[in-house]
């Protein structure tokens, strides 16, 4: 019957548009969860390097303690350089790279490198904020495939509902009263077969004929 090879279409439909939902959605977090972590464990090491540096300029002021503050700097430095990831990093470390060991000794230096650090932080603030935008860009991209998806998915439901309601619900309610009134004594009330689908046209004539040949 075509009837059942629409319910059948219907329900596997269904079962499709609900599979490709799940999965869509599975996807987009893959995606998006390790890339925008890569980024920002990246971004937060050269912002750590960042603080070390500062740090060590303002303490390496201690004569005494100078050298082991200039070690730490290195070593902040070092992680910079092994860390670069955005545009305008190596500018910046290269300055630094080149004037840091003078800087502890000369305060005009110092300010240079300073401002030199700072920029470095800010270009990977910059990095992360423009991360969280693209994370926040594709989450609301995946929000509204799945919210487009679950109305096709909805519209199957309501097509769904009404070819079942109009090809086996009514039909069935209409046998059930027809049979019901004959046995209450109305033995002429036969199915309406007018303006009916194919398939319960032929289910109400049947019913209709056997009714007949009763009386």
Not at 174 to 195: H, L, P
């Amino acid at each position: 019957m075509k009837f059942s090879h629409s319910v059948y279409l219907g329900a596997w439909l269904l079962i499709i548009f609900n599979l490709l939902m799940s999965f869509g959605a599975v996807w987009l977090f893959v995606r998006m969860s390790p890339a925008i972590d890569d980024i920002i464990i990246r971004n937060e090491k050269s912002l750590e390097a960042c603080e070390d540096m500062l740090v060590s300029l303002i303490k390496g002021d201690d004569e005494y303690r100078q050298k082991v503050f200039i070690e730490r700097f290195e070593k902040a430095l070092g992680i910079a350089k092994n860390n670069i990831t955005e545009k305008g990093e190596d500018e910046a470390i290269k300055f630094i790279a080149e004037n840091y060991l003078e800087s502890f000794s000369n305060k005009e230096i110092k300010s240079h490198v300073v401002d030199k650090i700072s920029v470095l932080g800010n270009i990977n603030r910059i990095a992360m904020d423009e991360a969280n935008i693209r994370a926040q860009k594709i989450g609301n991209g995946g929000a509204w495939s799945i919210v487009f998806m679950s109305a096709i998915i909805f519209l199957i439901e309501i097509i769904l509902i009404k070819s079942i309601g109009r090809n086996l619900i009514r039909p069935m309610n209409e046998v059930y009263e027809v049979i019901k009134s004959y046995k209450n004594g109305d033995i002429y009330r036969r199915c309406f077969t007018v303006n009916q689908p194919k398939e319960v046209t032929k289910l109400f004539e049947t019913v209709n004929d056997h009714l007949d040949k009763i009386d």
